[in-house]
């Protein structure tokens, strides 16, 4: 069971907001204690970042849905590490730890002594991930930045959202934090990566994670097309810029996605579509000829799709081995069966806030008994975990 490879190991998370909360909930969902470092005025920035709240029968307590995302498996601690107290309360956990993150910007936590040289003078075998918009060094290195800065300055936006000749155009977001998603994904990879390389060294080591690294990084396939092209990809809406057809559609009654992945496939969609001629025509025979023809190729297929119901096109995708899918509330998502049997929607009870709906970690898929204890609330255990330590 893959959810208790971290148990015994202690991670301090200095971390707020997203990318590093994400990557610290992944360390506690495998096993490890958490020890969640807060303010004690405010907390984590993203307690208030709602509505929506959770809120307690009482009204004693509450939490925002969106610190509940990222925060399940933790404990919470109050320190003011600029009170000379609480610094050296923070230093004595540090000794205890395995693994430190966090996400101040360059040089704050060295004014501390609280920086990677200066906690392994302490703590040799500690691994210490540090995690910022550009990095801990270079001509931006002293910048703040969140997420949304970093879809742009990364590239993401420039080629997603409509095309410039169409209605809406221009650049777009993704509709949640995907750059600070997956740096939280990079950052546990690397600490778990960095662990790893401990076991047979003996010693802990420094992690420097940008997330416009990130977000250049995660360009993929489209940093590919430009560098082997020498052009930058343009905004496409909804279809991909190397496959087609491979994009949203709407039936008479909705919308769903239609991803034909090979010239076979399309041919046995044209058949089903009873537009064999599609098929034969030079313009569309290949992958290659759909992508250079895509504005020829959208109309003709979207006038046919729309003249019948989704579940009329979806019946007859599957019988063909045509990969699908519609295009979902979030209602809808954890109305479904297959996400219902992956156990994607779990609860955490909470002595005050009741039930707490958190999704599951995919990681964790089909493993039984796993902990699953409920995002803490402010300083929730700061007595617990500092009643060793004299006043």
């Given at each position: 069971?893959?959810?208790?490879?971290?148990?015994?190991?202690?991670?301090?998370?200095?971390?707020?907001?997203?990318?590093?909360?994400?990557?610290?909930?992944?360390?506690?969902?495998?096993?490890?204690?958490?020890?969640?470092?807060?303010?004690?005025?405010?907390?984590?920035?993203?307690?208030?970042?709602?509505?929506?709240?959770?809120?307690?029968?009482?009204?004693?307590?509450?939490?925002?849905?969106?610190?509940?995302?990222?925060?399940?498996?933790?404990?919470?601690?109050?320190?003011?590490?600029?009170?000379?107290?609480?610094?050296?309360?923070?230093?004595?956990?540090?000794?205890?730890?395995?693994?430190?993150?966090?996400?101040?910007?360059?040089?704050?936590?060295?004014?501390?002594?609280?920086?990677?040289?200066?906690?392994?003078?302490?703590?040799?075998?500690?691994?210490?991930?540090?995690?910022?918009?550009?990095?801990?060094?270079?001509?931006?290195?002293?910048?703040?930045?969140?997420?949304?800065?970093?879809?742009?300055?990364?590239?993401?936006?420039?080629?997603?959202?409509?095309?410039?000749?169409?209605?809406?155009?221009?650049?777009?977001?993704?509709?949640?934090?995907?750059v600070d998603i997956t740096t939280g994904m990079y950052a546990t990879s690397a600490i778990l990566a960095a662990l790893f390389q401990r076991e047979?060294?003996?010693?802990?080591?420094?992690?420097?994670?940008?997330?416009?690294?990130?977000?250049?990084?995660?360009?993929?396939?489209?940093?590919?097309?430009?560098?082997?092209?020498?052009?930058?990809?343009?905004?496409?809406?909804?279809?991909?810029?190397?496959?087609?057809?491979?994009?949203?559609?709407?039936?008479?009654?909705?919308?769903?996605?239609?991803?034909?992945?090979?010239?076979?496939?399309?041919?046995?969609?044209?058949?089903?579509?009873?537009?064999?001629?599609?098929?034969?025509?030079?313009?569309?025979?290949?992958?290659?000829?759909?992508?250079?023809?895509?504005?020829?190729?959208?109309?003709?297929?979207?006038?046919?799709?729309?003249?019948?119901?989704?579940?009329?096109?979806?019946?007859?995708?599957?019988?063909?081995?045509?990969?699908?899918?519609a295009v979902n509330t979030l209602e809808e998502v954890f109305d479904d069966e297959q996400v219902q049997h992956r156990n994607m929607?779990?609860?955490?009870?909470?002595?005050?806030?009741?039930?707490?709906?958190?999704?599951?970690?995919?990681?964790?898929?089909?493993?039984?008994?796993?902990?699953?204890?409920?995002?803490?609330?402010?300083?929730?255990?700061?007595?617990?975990?500092?009643?060793?330590?004299?006043?």
């Amino acid at each position: 069971m893959i959810g208790k490879a971290l148990e015994g190991m202690r991670v301090l998370d200095l971390s707020r907001i997203l990318a590093g909360p994400w990557c610290t909930q992944n360390l506690a969902d495998l096993g490890a204690e958490v020890i969640k470092i807060e303010r004690p005025q405010g907390g984590d920035d993203t307690r208030g970042w709602g509505p929506p709240y959770l809120q307690s029968d009482d009204g004693s307590a509450q939490m925002s849905a969106y610190f509940s995302c990222c925060n399940r498996n933790k404990k919470s601690v109050c320190l003011d590490f600029q009170s000379e107290q609480d610094r050296e309360r923070l230093l004595e956990l540090a000794r205890t730890a395995d693994v430190l993150v966090e996400n101040y910007r360059v040089g704050t936590l060295a004014r501390y002594g609280l920086d990677y040289d200066s906690l392994k003078a302490i703590n040799p075998k500690l691994v210490y991930a540090s995690i910022t918009g550009y990095g801990q060094s270079g001509p931006k290195a002293q910048r703040p930045g969140y997420d949304y800065i970093f879809q742009g300055l990364g590239g993401l936006m420039s080629y997603t959202g409509r095309a410039d000749d169409e209605p809406g155009a221009g650049p777009l977001r993704t509709g949640v934090a995907v750059v600070d998603i997956t740096t939280g994904m990079y950052a546990t990879s690397a600490i778990l990566a960095a662990l790893f390389q401990r076991e047979r060294t003996g010693v802990g080591t420094y992690l420097d994670l940008a997330l416009l690294d990130v977000a250049v990084a995660m360009n993929a396939n489209q940093a590919a097309n430009f560098l082997v092209s020498g052009s930058s990809p343009q905004r496409s809406g909804n279809a991909h810029p190397n496959l087609a057809p491979y994009e949203v559609f709407q039936a008479a009654d909705g919308y769903f996605i239609l991803a034909v992945g090979n010239d076979t496939q399309f041919g046995k969609f044209c058949q089903l579509c009873d537009r064999p001629e599609l098929a034969n025509d030079e313009r569309f025979a290949t992958n290659t000829g759909r992508i250079n023809n895509l504005k020829a190729l959208r109309p003709l297929l979207a006038e046919t799709l729309a003249e019948q119901p989704r579940q009329y096109w979806t019946d007859r995708l599957d019988e063909a081995g045509i990969s699908w899918g519609a295009v979902n509330t979030l209602e809808e998502v954890f109305d479904d069966e297959q996400v219902q049997h992956r156990n994607m929607l779990r609860y955490a009870e909470h002595e005050k806030l009741g039930k707490i709906p958190v999704v599951g970690n995919p990681m964790l898929a089909g493993e039984k008994g796993i902990r699953l204890s409920p995002p803490p609330l402010l300083g929730e255990h700061t007595d617990e975990l500092l009643k060793n330590f004299n006043d």
